[in-house]
């Protein structure tokens, strides 16, 4: 594995090391902060509500952390993506392994808190068993992205792909634990006011992926990211574009004014919960789903087809 520097620029490399990214070869590994919740205060994400995986062992990584086709508004990264991902890449072995051991330095200031923690609790945290392929980049540029899934299950470890489907070729290829296309606009005019796409035929290959979706033989769902003042309206559109991918869930979840996203947008464009719901409920009467759950916490509502169970 050929480190950082073979691949990023210095001032880049600088920047993601500022927001505690921790950096190798293209790709990169973060703690999240359900994860230091789950440790630290004895709470948990959302997903462990929904779907029943650990916060405490979960691994948020990406193999594309500085490569995107957008550049969306709402986006905590701190720098404007690369495009072109390098010709040259890590296997999924090394970046499997990579992760793993980032996690695990990230993790090892936690070793103050052990009776607090727990000494089973905090072993667990440092043998992950569920990985979320999303913290930065897309995805789906990495061109072994089906074989890094493959690596992560020989290890036993459930997956979660988050991707903005507009690469629908390699997006088809994915069979992940539970796969994810986010979606934050109904219509093409503002996919490009909020994705900013840097590649031309975007809304394009998106609803490439969104018609794509039904086929692929795994879990899938939804989500959008609601911005308000930009994208919570246009309810009846919302549902068109998800009745052509028939998830199985559908998660609604708020902007948070968080990260770099602060120098694009507003707190105000940070809906209340009680708003997310609303906007949920306006989507719903046009789709027929069911309300399966809700995080105040982390304002996000979540509907079901009823296709599949809700935990894993």
Known sequence: ???AEHYLPTEIIAMLK???????????????????????????????QFYGIESHRCLQMTPAVAWCQQNCIFCWRPLSPLKEFP?????????VEGSIAKQRVLLSGYGSLREQIGEKKLQEAFNPNQVAISLSGEPTLYPKLPELIKEYRKRNFTTFVVSNGLNTEMFSKLK????????????EKIHKKINSPLIKGSWKSLNQSLVAMPKIKTRKAIRITAVKGLNMSN?????????KASPDFVEIKAYMFVGYSRKRLKEENMPLHSE???FA????NHLGYTIAGESKASRVVLLSSGKKNLRI
Not at 87 to 95: A, L, Q, T, V
Request: with cysteine; aromatic share 12%; glycine share 2%.
């Open 87 to 95: 010709n040259e890449f890590d296997s999924p072995k090394e970046i």
């Open 276 to 278: 997310v719901k609303g």
């Open 281 to 284: 409920e306006k989507i719903n």
């Open 176 to 187: 992940p634990t539970q796969l994810y296309l986010s979606i934050e606009a109904p219509n």
């Open 235 to 243: 309810e009846k559109e919302f549902a068109s574009l998800l009745e």
């Open 18 to 48: 500022r927001q505690h990214y921790a950096l190798f070869g293209h790709s990169a590994a973060k703690l999240c902060h359900w994860t230091k919740a789950s440790l630290s205060k004895n709470q948990f994400c959302y997903k462990q």
């Open 1 to 3: 594995m050929k480190p």
